[in-house]
């Protein structure tokens, strides 16, 4: 089973803080992702990486960074913190479509980030 | 630009009851579409993924139609029960890059005893 795990279920930082959310697969999957998902706005992307030190940015990336030294972890870095980053924030991974004749997403269990 | 609707937003329905929960997205060129389970406070479980070959996926009491053509497709529950009380979502590759999903704000389904 592939196992996707985020570092914190639950997370309260101030505004102003750093603050680094991590993300781990154990599948050896090239793609990771990180979204943000608020009430009546859906998931959102933020990055994606398709390879160790390789990122996109997604939809809403401004006010984050990204890192990935390991294939399997995929870092989520908020610079400074501000109340309108408070969230749910979820990772996902997926093999490469060069891999696989089907494509799907498997998600993490997110970290609910709240910023005061 | 791909754009995915769901609707309804919100369901709710007696234990029992047969429901279907719509999924519609602008551009019929998709590879695949998956539908996906949220729990309150929780990630996303994938349930069902559709290639765009296939016309009809199903798992247990769950199964999902797609109709390209028209854009369209149904997630179909069968017997409900208070356990399926969740958040829906369908998601399809972006078009401009397959790697990435584009999802649906979801449908908040509640069935009571």
């Known amino acids: 089973d592939v196992k996707v795990t985020q570092s914190s279920r639950y997370l309260v930082k101030r505004t102003g803080e750093k603050v680094f959310l991590e993300c781990v697969q154990d599948?050896?999957?090239?793609?990771m992702f990180w979204y943000r998902q608020d009430p009546g706005l859906g998931l959102r992307l933020i990055y994606f990486?398709?390879?160790?030190?390789?990122?996109e940015k997604g939809d809403i990336p401004e006010g984050y960074s990204v890192s990935r030294e390991k294939k399997e972890r995929f870092s989520l870095i908020l610079e400074s913190a501000s109340t309108n980053q408070t969230s749910m924030y979820l990772c996902?991974?997926?093999?490469?479509?060069?891999?696989?004749?089907?494509?799907?997403?498997?998600f993490g269990p997110g970290t609910r980030l709240t910023v005061t | 630009k791909q754009e995915v609707t769901q609707i309804p937003a919100a369901l709710s329905v007696p234990e029992g009851e047969n429901l279907v929960l719509n999924c519609s997205f602008t551009?019929?060129?998709?590879?695949?579409l998956q539908w996906f389970r949220q729990d309150p406070g929780k990630g996303l479980t994938s349930l069902l993924l559709?290639?765009?070959?296939?016309r009809e996926q199903t798992s247990g009491r769950l199964n999902a139609s797609l109709d390209k053509s028209s854009g369209r497709s149904t997630l179909y529950i069968a017997a409900s029960q208070p356990g399926d009380s969740a958040t829906y979502l369908c998601?399809?590759?972006?078009?401009?890059?397959?790697?990435?999903?584009?999802f649906g704000t979801g449908t908040r389904l509640q069935v009571f005893p």
């Open positions: 996902a991974s997926s093999l490469t479509l060069l891999r696989q004749s089907s494509y799907e997403q498997y």
């Open positions: 599948m050896d999957h090239e793609n």
């Open positions: 990486s398709y390879d160790v030190k390789m990122k």
């Open positions: 551009d019929s060129a998709i590879y695949n």
């Open positions: 559709i290639q765009s070959s296939q």
């Open positions: 998601a399809v590759p972006a078009l401009y890059n397959t790697d990435k999903l584009i």
